[in-house]
């Protein structure tokens, strides 16, 4: 089974340009979380979809940043335009729903730099 | 909304060496799992344990869910060890994972 995997890697780019993250969850969970560390700091929370509706966004920073999860499966998160202070490593990170293992694993992580 | 803190924040072992890592929390928790930051950035889910123990290898760790703490414990230690160890834990029902600060380990051979 394959596990949670994002692409890019990495991206390297100059401020005010726009950014797509793309997740695609481990196949049959439901549930798909956006977390980032930036500057070395804590794992913040970003949002929550479950299936394709938002269940929580409560920890996107500010409007530049748009999730979307179509169909329920893949996510993306696009940040326009960016900032300097959006650099630091975006994960992903999927979980079943609803069957008492509530158990996220996470992708390898996007790592943003923003010049 | 639920705290968690970590420690220590910095630890330097030798090579062979056993340590012992903290995670308090504040409330209670239906999901603690921890993580070993590698290297290149990479989060390793290491265990998923919400109360009781588990065993993986070198890897222990104990969750006392009553008294709010959860405890790793790595063996004989390796350079390999090395990177940022995160304890998170998700609250009843609301999902999001509240991560520690982490703790910093380093392995010198």
């Known amino acids: 089974e394959a596990g949670v995997t994002q692409f890019p890697s990495h991206s390297v780019i100059e401020k005010g340009q726009t950014v797509t993250l793309r997740c695609d969850p481990i196949s049959g969970h439901d549930n798909l979380y956006w977390y980032r560390r930036v500057m070395g700091k804590e794992i913040k929370f970003l949002l929550h979809?479950?299936?394709?509706?938002?269940?929580?966004e409560s920890g996107m920073p500010n409007n530049r940043f748009l999730a979307e999860r179509t169909g329920g499966t893949y996510s993306t998160l696009k940040v326009q335009p960016a900032e300097l202070e959006d650099s630091g490593v975006y994960f992903c990170?999927?979980?079943?729903?609803?069957?008492?293992?509530?158990?996220?694993?996470f992708g390898p992580g996007t790592r943003l730099t923003v010049t | 909304g639920i705290q968690v803190e970590q420690s220590p924040p910095d630890l330097i072992l030798q090579e062979g060496a056993n340590s012992t890592l903290r995670c308090n929390f504040s409330?209670?928790?239906?999901?603690l799992q921890w993580f070993h930051q590698n290297p290149w950035g990479q989060l390793i889910n290491l265990f998923y344990?919400?109360?009781?123990?588990k065993q993986n290898g070198r890897l222990s760790a104990t969750t006392v869910a009553t008294e709010r703490y959860s405890l790793l414990y790595i063996s004989s230690s390796q350079t390999t060890d090395s990177g940022v160890y995160f304890c998170?834990?998700?609250?009843w029902g609301r999902g999001k994972l509240i991560f520690g600060q982490g703790t910093e380990l380093s392995v010198k051979p």
């Open positions: 998170a834990v998700e609250e």
């Open positions: 990170a999927s979980s079943h729903l609803n069957l008492g293992n509530y158990e996220q694993y």
């Open positions: 979809f479950v299936k394709e509706s938002k269940q929580d």
């Open positions: 344990i919400p109360s009781g123990t």
């Open positions: 409330d209670s928790v239906n999901n």
